[in-house]
């Protein structure tokens, strides 16, 4: 039987192949495989295209799996009947770039910079995902991958998973497994391993509040008639009350205070001090709930935030107008036994009562992307991925609450029946669904030594 690889020969084989794989990267990059907008479908069906021909040269059997939206990329690799079968689940698209002006350099043209790839996606998730199928590819090449496994690629995760959520059970066949392998979270720092015990779900909806038929006269008319967007703020500024807390009735439904203890965990999962987060942000943490650790706010209570505001005139000097309308996009973040379409259902209720008299609301886009996520930290492959953790960097691993989604996770564990291992390395600082988004080049070697000594282990098992 070949031996194991080393953390050290595995490294060696990074540095002895860097210009390939570098090469291989850049190609995935120069995708603008935005799912959210359809003027982006070539790209995306092109990127898939892409990732499909990656399995095939990996000897996987790899094919397109249609969905509603975009196509999903599977590949499968039979192993020993007995061992534990894997499912390594990623994305290919990605996050619009605007504003296009922030940007050092062109978004899908990627720079190697100060040792990190600058370009979209080169975070989230092309970056994870490239570095994990490098991880298969070796393990293949040396007759160490001893497992079945299955790969999951989608091109929606961006825009809520519609087209995943809607046919995983369609596909059931093909997922089954009894390991979920995600590398799309972050961790505080790269000073040890971190496993993610938890995501929030998503749920978002725009509204859009209708004044005069067109945008008039601010000196004629001002006054006289309701500016949308100055109603539209104070909606808005009724949703939140003086401490940060959520002051829409039947937001926090379903919400269940988190322990004492799992409070604690999660901010022991935090690492970062205020300071270090300012740092890195330009701003100090201090929005969300008064009174509560960074730990808590981030991962363990639901949050609503504004992500788009618009109205009116926003060009070069000025244009003395009431607008004729106004728009709001708001997200929620929520915590288990929170149902998103119930929480969306509030915020509606919430909304439509305080539309003033004479104007009109209406709702552009509602979406319920799906649940938030909780991971047993005793599991038992997640036991295995926290040993090897210690073993790479020396250090025992904590677990840490994600404050973000991977929404579609919560329907993929039901359906697969596999238990999910979320060990990502994205930092903070990497502007992931930002300008200058990038990852470092030890933070893909952390993706892929984990990748291939995790399954190293499981075929062990």
């Known amino acids: 039987m070949t031996s194991p690889m080393t953390q050290s020969e595995l490294i060696l084989y990074l540095r002895e192949n860097r210009d390939a794989i570098l090469a291989e990267w850049a190609e995935f990059l120069r995708f603008s495989s935005i799912s959210a907008d359809p003027a982006f479908r070539e790209p995306c069906h092109q990127c898939a295209s892409w990732v499909l021909r990656t ?79 490098k991880a ?9 991958l001893r497992n079945t496994i299955r790969v999951l690629i989608e091109g929606e995760e961006e825009s809520g998973s519609p ?91 379903g919400f269940i205070e988190p322990s004492e203890s799992l409070r604690t965990a999660a901010e022991e999962g935090v690492l970062l001090t205020s300071e270090q987060i300012e740092q890195i942000l330009g701003v100090p943490p201090t929005g969300g709930e008064q009174g509560r650790g960074i730990g808590e706010r981030r ?38 036994n929170q149902d998103p379409r119930r929480t969306l259902d509030a915020l509606v ?19 319920d992307t799906g649940g938030a996520l909780r991971i047993d930290p005793d599991g038992r492959f997640i036991r295995t991925a926290r040993a090897v953790l210690a073993e790479l960097h020396g250090t025992p691993a904590a677990l840490v609450w994600e404050g973000g989604s991977v929404p579609v996770l919560g329907r993929l564990v039901a359906t697969s029946g596999a238990e ?13 669904h930002s300008p200058n988004e990038s990852f470092g080049l030890d933070q893909a070697e952390r993706v892929f030594t984990f990748t291939a000594a995790f399954l190293q282990e499981l075929g062990r098992q």
């Not at 298969?136 to 160490?144: A, F, S």
């Not at 369609?170 to 971190?194: E, I, K, M, N, W």
């Not at 439509?352 to 008299?357: L, S, Y």
């Open 299 to 336: 991962g363990l209570r639901p949050t609503l935030e504004v992500n788009g505001l618009f109205s009116g005139y926003t060009g070069h000097g000025n244009k003395t107008i009431i607008p004729q309308s106004a728009s709001v996009k708001f997200s929620a973040r929520l915590v288990p």
């Open 55 to 133: 399995l095939e040269r990996m000897e996987f059997r790899a094919e397109l799996l249609p969905t509603s939206g975009l196509p999903l990329v599977y590949g499968e690799l039979l192993g020993d009947p007995t061992l534990p079968r894997v499912l390594v689940y990623g994305h290919y698209d990605v996050q619009p770039p605007d504003p296009l002006e922030l940007w050092k350099s062109p978004p899908y043209e990627p720079e190697l910079r100060e040792g990190r790839v600058w370009a979209r996606g080169a975070a989230d998730d092309k970056g994870p995902v490239l570095f994990m199928l």
């Open 163 to 253: 087209g995943l959520s809607a046919s995983v059970e369609h596909y059931r066949d093909r997922v089954q497994a009894d390991v979920l392998l995600v590398s799309d979270t972050g961790a505080p720092s790269l000073d040890r391993g971190f496993v993610t015990a938890g995501l929030r779900g998503l749920a978002a909806i725009e509204f859009r509040l209708h004044g005069p038929r067109a945008d008039i006269h601010s000196g004629v008319f001002g006054g006289i008639v309701r500016n949308p967007a100055i109603e539209l703020s104070k909606i808005i500024a009724s949703c939140f009350d003086s401490a940060g807390r959520v002051a829409v009735e039947g937001f926090y439904d």
């Open 420 to 432: 999910p291992v979320l060990v990502g390395y994205s930092l903070p600082s990497d502007n992931f």
């Open 136 to 144: 298969l590819e070796v393990l293949r090449q040396r007759g160490l």
């Open 349 to 367: 209720a919430h909304v439509t009562a305080r539309v003033p008299e004479g104007m009109r609301l209406e709702i552009v886009h509602s979406e």
